[in-house]
């Protein structure tokens, strides 16, 4: 089965910095991967979405990531963080070996932002 | 359009009651999916709707739990004989058509609280 791995459970960013939040994906094959966002009793949000072509994607609200095959990585970014970005942050891939698209995801970063 | 309702919001019963937990999916997705979100395993995959059959139930975590489909449109997804672990947020999602690069759109949970 595919595997992700976010590290660091929670996250504290100041306002205006830079949110850096890591995803590793262990995969057999080339990953469909994807970054969700959920509010506080709200469903998930899809972020971005890596499936093909450009590494380099563009979401939602400023997010940004970037597919590195050689890293097994798919990192997401935010230059400046704002008080709204505060949220649970997952990655997912799709585990393509089951034959559909259920996800795998990761276990998620809780991000604080500091005024 | 509506995006993806889930009933009731949130469900409180006793240890050994049943509970149904019902799902709405975006109109035309026939693609549906279960996922239970709880602290210590974070979010999982349960089962996986093409139409009305679940190609895909290897996340069931036990006979105690099945789920249907109907019409190609409304799932429910029941839960006999309940157990405190299986207190949890229960997620469905739908996509239009299961590819792997599909989006997933998310409702917003239906939280179990099992005494």
């Known amino acids: 089965a595919q595997s992700v791995t976010q590290l660091g459970s929670h996250v504290s960013v100041s306002e205006g910095a830079l949110v850096l939040l890591r995803c590793n994906y262990s995969?057999?094959?080339?990953?469909?991967l994807f970054w969700y966002v959920q509010y506080p009793n709200q469903g998930l949000q899809l972020l971005l979405k890596?499936?093909?072509?450009?590494?380099l994607v563009k979401g939602i609200n400023g997010f940004e990531a970037e597919f590195k095959k050689s890293e097994t990585s798919f990192h997401l970014t935010k230059p400046s963080a704002h008080m709204s970005d505060a949220a649970e942050y997952f990655c997912?891939?799709?585990?393509?070996?089951?034959?559909?698209?259920?996800?795998?995801f990761g276990k998620g970063n809780q991000v604080v932002v500091i005024p | 359009g509506a995006g993806v309702s889930q009933s009731p919001s949130n469900k409180v019963t006793e240890k050994g009651k049943d509970v149904e937990l019902r799902c709405d999916p975006i109109?035309?997705?026939?693609?549906l999916y279960w996922y239970r979100q709880s602290l210590g395993q974070g979010l999982e995959f349960l089962i996986y709707?093409?139409?009305?059959?679940?190609?895909?139930k290897s996340g069931l975590p036990s006979d105690r739990f099945s789920a249907e489909r109907t019409g190609g449109s409304v799932s429910t997804l029941t839960i006999q004989r309940t157990q405190q672990e299986d207190s949890a947020v229960y997620l469905c999602?739908?996509?239009?058509?299961?590819?792997?690069?599909?989006?997933?759109?998310f409702g917003p949970g239906t939280r179990l609280t099992v005494l």
């Open positions: 109109s035309g997705h026939t693609a």
């Open positions: 709707f093409q139409g009305n059959s679940a190609p895909d």
């Open positions: 995969s057999s094959v080339p990953p469909y």
């Open positions: 999602a739908s996509s239009p058509s299961g590819r792997v690069t599909d989006t997933q759109y």
């Open positions: 997912a891939v799709s585990d393509v070996l089951y034959g559909n698209n259920r996800l795998a």
């Open positions: 890596y499936t093909t072509g450009a590494t």
